[in-house]
Nanobody, 124 residues
Framework: QVQLEESGGGLVQAGGSLRLSCAASGRIFSINDMGWYRQTPGKQRELVAT???????TYADSVKGRFTISRDNAKNTVYLQMNSLKPEDTAVYYC??????????????????WGQGTQVTVSS
């Protein structure tokens, strides 16, 4: 059983910063891509940023230059540093990870796991 636990959300004024963290726990053999997504009421969940196991990153155009994704492979943790926040960044942020887990390494498979979500609210 794999769990992703997010932290770091909250309320911030426009122009401020927040740092989100997401730690994976459980019987983990390895992790491929990790990422952050966000969702607002009535809209589909959208990609914010992803990072590969080799630390190659991708970003949504709307956050380029403001957000930075990083990971600590030793801690099975992914971070999202969010600077110059705007009211339109308000959303529930979810972390995602493609994790190889199972009872035995030989039969373990990669599966996508999601965190429970953390609210980020940016006031104008």
């Amino acid at each position: 059983q794999v769990q992703l636990e997010e932290s770091g959300g909250g309320l911030v004024q426009a122009g401020g910063s927040l740092r989100l963290s997401c730690a994976a726990s459980g019987r983990i053999f390895s992790i491929n891509d990790m990422g952050w997504y966000r969702q607002t009421p009535g809209k589909q969940r959208e990609l914010v940023a992803t990072i590969t196991s080799g630390s190659t990153t991708t970003y949504a155009d709307s956050v380029k230059g403001r957000f930075t994704i990083s990971r600590d492979n030793a801690k099975n943790t992914v971070y999202l540093q969010m600077n110059s926040l705007k009211p339109e960044d308000t959303a529930v942020y979810y972390c995602n990870a493609n994790i190889k887990s199972g009872r035995y390494y030989s039969t373990a498979t990669y599966r996508d796991s999601w965190g429970q979500g953390t609210q980020v609210t940016v006031s104008s």
